[in-house]
């Protein structure tokens, strides 16, 4: 078998799996504050709804993961918390700091735990001063989803 049809075969074999299949997922961030202000985003959960919330682990990625993935890693992001909250209809990650974002870009990876289970995602912010709507940027560079059992 070539590479390339490895690779293409491999590729298809793992897109066919879906957030369910694995327990969880990391969705959109919808950012909800301005520009020179604290950090205040929610990250959506997908497919989360059967987890124990308590199981579920949400956090930045270790300083190796952010190197391994040639990913800067601001000192801003040193005071950012995470924390899981939970409905009936959905599971979503808050995330928030007590200092003002004083850079219209945020570039992060977050990690996600579960039984099992470890999940990541790179996610760039865009927050803007004059507006009278934040803009999360869902575009992102790439993605990078690393899934292993413990």
């Given at each position: 078998?070539?590479r390339?049809?490895?690779?293409?075969?491999?590729?298809?074999?793992?897109?066919?799996?879906?957030?369910?299949?694995?327990g969880?997922?990391?969705?959109?961030?919808s950012?909800?504050?301005?520009?020179?202000?604290?950090?205040?985003?929610?990250?959506?959960?997908?497919?989360?709804?059967?987890?124990?919330?308590?199981?579920?682990?949400?956090?930045?990625?270790?300083a190796q993961?952010?190197?391994?993935?040639?990913i800067?890693?601001?000192?801003?992001l040193?005071?950012?918390?995470?924390?899981?909250?939970?409905?009936?209809?959905?599971?979503?990650?808050?995330?928030?700091?007590?200092?003002?974002?004083?850079?219209?870009?945020?570039?992060?990876?977050v990690?996600?735990?579960?039984?099992?289970?470890?999940?990541?995602?790179?996610?760039?912010?865009?927050?803007?001063?004059?507006?009278?709507?934040?803009?999360?940027?869902?575009r992102?560079?790439?993605?990078?989803?690393?899934?292993?059992?413990?």
């Amino acid at each position: 078998m070539s590479r390339v049809t490895f690779w293409k075969t491999t590729t298809a074999f793992a897109a066919s799996f879906t957030a369910a299949s694995w327990g969880l997922g990391l969705g959109d961030v919808s950012v909800q504050s301005y520009l020179n202000e604290p950090l205040r985003a929610e990250l959506t959960l997908l497919e989360a709804t059967d987890l124990d919330p308590a199981d579920i682990r949400i956090g930045l990625a270790s300083a190796q993961e952010f190197e391994r993935l040639g990913i800067a890693r601001s000192q801003f992001l040193n005071k950012v918390s995470f924390e899981v909250q939970a409905s009936d209809t959905a599971r979503l990650a808050v995330i928030t700091t007590e200092q003002p974002l004083r850079e219209p870009y945020l570039n992060f990876v977050v990690e996600a735990r579960w039984p099992e289970w470890r999940l990541l995602r790179e996610y760039t912010l865009r927050s803007e001063e004059h507006t009278s709507e934040l803009q999360s940027q869902f575009r992102i560079s790439y993605a990078v989803f690393c899934l292993k059992k413990k």
